[in-house]
């Protein structure tokens, strides 16, 4: 596709510079927003955006599928939700044969809408599909498309009728980024822009075999050591009654990040450097991405919920 990895890596940044160009035509403002999910998209992984009700979740993932030309399933998690549901199920045709029905997860980008509203049974119907890019029915394996990503909505657990996603299917998810409000220009465009006739929509920037060309291409990035054992002390230091814990990790944390942090640092640090113009990710691009990361994998111990200990506040001293 390209004559070698240098001209593959200024064709990123362009293609990333466009794509934020057209996402930027109907979604006002929320620039890191944007910025850190097509990082975890070049990266391969999932990301989890968290928000309450109205700050454009959805319209932001809708956006981005019509930007990279990809499948799109929309799955609304509700209570009565069943695994079957997504996945999909095997019917009995009127040949009296039994055939599967594909699910909505069988699409490139799937958006699982307001994922805590679903009981845990449904939302770890999700963790073999975002792991091993498959699901299972009736003992046989079925194969998800490629690319294949998972960005969810989820709205803040204090809401009514929402239920805490188990921590196996969190550490799924390469990226965690909280969505704030509007600032009070961002909401004046987003009120004018809403509220006429024009309707804006994002214009096919990438391909499906351009997305796993420059996958692949991340994953060839090269990292020096100093940097990659960074990565790993950073991950090593989140982790309570270990030798490498601070005292302020000891006092405030439960337990901290697993291996599939350090993997996500280096990755999204690459692809941080690439379009950012670096050809290799030096410390400042793992600062860069590191709460993204980090801040879904770490859980608070009462002292910290009592003394006012944030999330953010811990990964901030340990950076």
């Known amino acids: 596709m390209y004559a070698n990895d240098k001209e593959a890596a200024d064709a990123l940044v362009k293609k990333y510079n466009e794509l934020s160009n057209e996402i930027g035509k109907v979604i006002v403002g929320q620039k890191e927003v944007v910025k850190a999910t097509l990082i975890s998209i070049f990266a391969n992984g999932h990301t989890l955006l968290i928000g309450v009700p109205g700050l454009a979740k959805t319209l932001l993932v809708n956006t981005i599928s019509d930007s ?32 599967f029905v594909k699910g ?16 845990p049974k449904t939302q770890s119907a999700l963790l073999e599909a975002m792991q091993e890019k498959q699901i299972t029915s009736g003992g046989k394996k079925y194969d998800l498309g490629k690319p294949f990503f998972v960005l969810a909505t989820q709205n803040p657990i204090e809401q009514e009728g929402t239920y805490p996603l188990p921590e ?27 509220t006429s006739e024009v309707v804006n929509k994002a214009q096919k920037v990438l391909s499906a075999e351009e997305i796993i060309y420059f996958q692949q291409l991340v994953r060839r990035v090269p990292i020096a050591d100093n940097v990659l054992e960074y990565c790993v002390a950073l991950v090593s230091k989140t ?8 005292a302020m990790v000891n006092n405030f944390l439960s337990w901290g990040a697993g291996p599939r942090a350090s ?21 400042d691009d793992v600062k860069a991405i590191a709460p993204y990361v980090l801040s879904h994998r770490i859980v608070r111990n009462y002292r910290a919920e009592a003394e006012g200990y944030s999330t953010e506040r811990i990964i901030k001293e340990l950076l």
Not at 168 to 194: C, H, I
Not at 265 to 277: D, N, R, T
């Open 68 to 99: 990279l030309g990809l499948t799109f399933s929309r799955i609304q998690f509700t209570p009565d939700l069943m695994p079957s549901d997504i996945t999909g199920s095997e019917i009995l045709d009127e040949n009296r044969q039994f055939s």
């Open 104 to 119: 909505p997860l069988f699409a490139n980008i799937v958006l699982a809408d307001e994922i805590n509203r679903t009981p």
């Open 168 to 194: 196996a299917q969190l550490d799924r998810f390469m990226f965690s980024v909280n969505l704030g409000y509007p600032t009070f220009q961002e909401e004046l465009s987003v009120v004018k822009n809403t």
């Open 239 to 246: 982790r309570p009654s270990t030798e490498m814990a601070p």
């Open 263 to 283: 993997q996500y640092l280096v990755l999204g640090a690459k692809v941080h450097a690439l379009i950012s113009g670096k050809y290799s990710p030096d410390i």
